[in-house]
């Protein structure tokens, strides 16, 4: 079994997905606001499918083949939202995909949560790179990437099963390499 451990930051506890998450995660996934960014929540959202998203994301995880974390501000244990990211099938590259509530959003929370885990991930996998994609009209998400150290790739589409096709995205990755120079 793979473990993943407590990162902590100047303003948010991330924690590995336990099945205690499930509540806050329904709350912070049932807004359309929240789902209609993602490839993969459903909208309306159903409190069964997030326990079935966290017990999925545990199993992944003991798998080696994921890693997801749970944030909660340090303050007042607040829910923030969630962040995790999976092995490509090559396990040559890792897709991060990220949630935050919405009463949480431009707090800077988001691109907190990226910098915690980008090292984790870099440090548990031997990737050269980890991508995100983000849908056209988002541009607070294309942001937390940005500062975070993520380059624009350019456009491309995705399957979304959860918005019933293949749609647009922008594309982007942060290159081990990068990484390891922004690092020192």
């Known amino acids: 079994m793979t473990t993943v451990p407590v990162l902590n930051t ?44 966290v017990a999925d994301g545990i199993r992944r995880t003991a798998d080696g083949i994921a890693a997801g974390f749970f944030a909660r501000r340090r303050s007042d244990g607040a829910s923030v939202g969630v962040i995790g990211a999976s092995l490509s099938e090559d396990r040559m590259a890792a897709t991060i995909g990220y949630m935050l509530a919405p009463s949480m ?4 929370y988001g691109t907190e949560m ?17 991508d995100a994609t983000v849908s056209p009209g988002n541009p607070a998400s294309e942001r937390v990437l940005a500062k975070a150290g993520f380059r624009y790739l ?13 749609f647009p995205v922008r594309r ?7 990484w390891e120079r922004a690092k020192r």
């Open 105 to 108: 959003w431009g707090c800077g």
């Open 172 to 178: 982007f990755a942060l290159e081990r390499n990068d």
């Open 10 to 53: 100047v303003a948010l506890t991330l924690r590995p997905q336990s099945p205690e998450d499930v509540d806050d995660l329904y709350e912070i996934a049932r807004h359309w606001e929240v789902a209609r960014w993602t490839a993969r929540v459903p909208h309306p959202y159903e409190l069964e499918m997030a326990a079935d998203f």
């Open 114 to 130: 990226l910098r915690a885990v980008v090292p984790h991930y870099f440090e548990r996998w031997p990737i050269g790179l980890i």
């Open 154 to 166: 350019g456009d491309g589409e995705l399957d979304m099963p959860a918005r019933g096709g293949r």
